[in-house]
């Protein structure tokens, strides 16, 4: 079963805009984390952020965390061509279980 | 430093031949492994995971096995492939569910 859910599922906007997209979960977390999937490529990670935490920045990343919504944002600021690829939220359960769990991901196109 | 390894990175095979994907971490040891399948244009399907050697808990009912002979080892297989368990296959490790999970190229898995 799938635990987060990305919103939009496809985002389009001009270079040097900024880019954003959420996801909601369920379930109690003890972190959330972004992955980032270049077309046919492995997943990479690019930010964790704990349950005690509101937001986290990263570079031109920041992550925003509502665990009272189970709900979290993430901001791509002044995007590039290269941003372009799909994003997943994925969650790190809380107690008694070990396995994270991705949401269905935002494919996020930049247009020169 | 850490490093997975997954092979191949594409496989075309016949209905009902057998399948064994292989994956090996480097650089940790007692690693949380996971086996995901990913459709096209969609998210993640964890298939499996492991917190420890002989230690396999299945996410869904399948025609696929995995199994973990060594501490840094996973496997993914099949006795007899279907049409359905086309798709691309990711392995990936964790530290522990606290902590981000780092991906292989992952392998296009085609049956004919």
């Known amino acids: 079963s799938q635990q987060g859910e990305e919103d939009p599922q496809a985002l389009s906007i001009q270079e040097g805009e900024n880019a954003t997209m959420n996801c909601s979960y369920k379930?109690?977390?003890?972190?959330l984390q972004w992955y980032r999937q270049n077309s046919g490529r492995g997943l990479v990670h690019l930010i964790l952020?704990?349950?005690?935490?509101r937001e986290k920045h990263s570079g031109r990343l920041r992550v925003t965390l509502d665990t009272s919504k189970k709900s979290s944002s993430l901001l791509i600021t002044a995007s590039r061509a290269a941003d372009t690829a799909s994003y997943f939220c994925?969650?790190?359960?809380?107690?008694?279980?070990?396995?994270?769990?991705f949401g269905q991901g935002t494919r996020l196109t930049i247009n020169p | 430093s850490q490093t997975i390894h997954q092979w191949p990175a594409t496989l075309v095979q016949p209905v009902g031949s057998p399948l064994s994907l292989e994956c090996t971490v480097e650089g940790t040891s007692n690693p949380n492994l996971y086996w995901y399948r990913q459709a096209a244009g969609r998210g993640l399907q964890l298939l499996f995971y492991s917190v420890g050697i002989g230690q396999i808990s299945s996410e869904v009912p399948q025609n696929l096995s995995a199994s973990r002979p060594q501490d840094r080892q996973f496997i993914l297989s099949s006795k007899k492939l279907l049409l359905s368990d086309s798709g691309f296959y990711l392995c990936a490790w964790s530290k522990d569910r606290t902590s981000p999970a780092f991906f292989g190229q992952g392998t296009r898995l085609t049956v004919v």
């Open positions: 952020i704990r349950s005690n935490e």
């Open positions: 379930t109690s977390i003890n972190n």
């Open positions: 994925a969650t790190g359960p809380g107690e008694g279980a070990q396995k994270l769990v």
